[in-house]
């Protein structure tokens, strides 16, 4: 089992990681009857993509011994209506500083690559911005 999640009522959910213990909160966005207290479902999977997309570059990088540590990630999401689903992502990472252009273009085929990436329906739009300072 990777997570266990427990519906807590007033449409939130406690999620546990089971290796580690962690756990989060999501409620329902104030556009869907929630509080928008916390990350919805859907802005974990948009953030999801960011996540992936930053660790596997960070895997790359240390492989290539080079650093992208202090890299940020913007997220954001946009939903439809009907029927009411995420249609697109956008994610922009700022770099801290610059890397030489081979490495730039191999982090950046690493994170359009990643697991999430490929994961996520083809239909959602994904815009992808790699920013090297």
Request: glycine share 6%; charged share 20%.
């Amino acid at each position: 089992m990777t997570s266990k999640v427990t519906y807590l009522g007033g449409l939130r959910t406690e999620n546990e990681h089971i290796k580690s213990a962690n756990t989060y909160i999501t409620d329902a966005p104030t556009d869907n009857q929630g509080k928008g207290e916390a990350f919805s479902p859907t802005d974990t999977v948009a953030t999801g993509l960011a996540n992936c997309m930053l660790t596997v570059m960070g895997i790359k990088a240390q492989q290539m011994d080079v650093s992208i540590d202090g890299a940020v990630a913007e997220v954001t999401k946009t939903m439809s209506a009907n029927p009411r689903r995420i249609t697109k992502i956008e994610v922009i990472i700022n770099f801290p500083y610059v890397l030489d252009k081979k490495s730039q273009k191999i982090l950046e085929h690493t994170a359009h690559t990643c697991p999430v990436h490929y994961s996520l329906h083809p239909e959602i739009e994904k815009n992808i911005v790699l920013n090297w300072k």
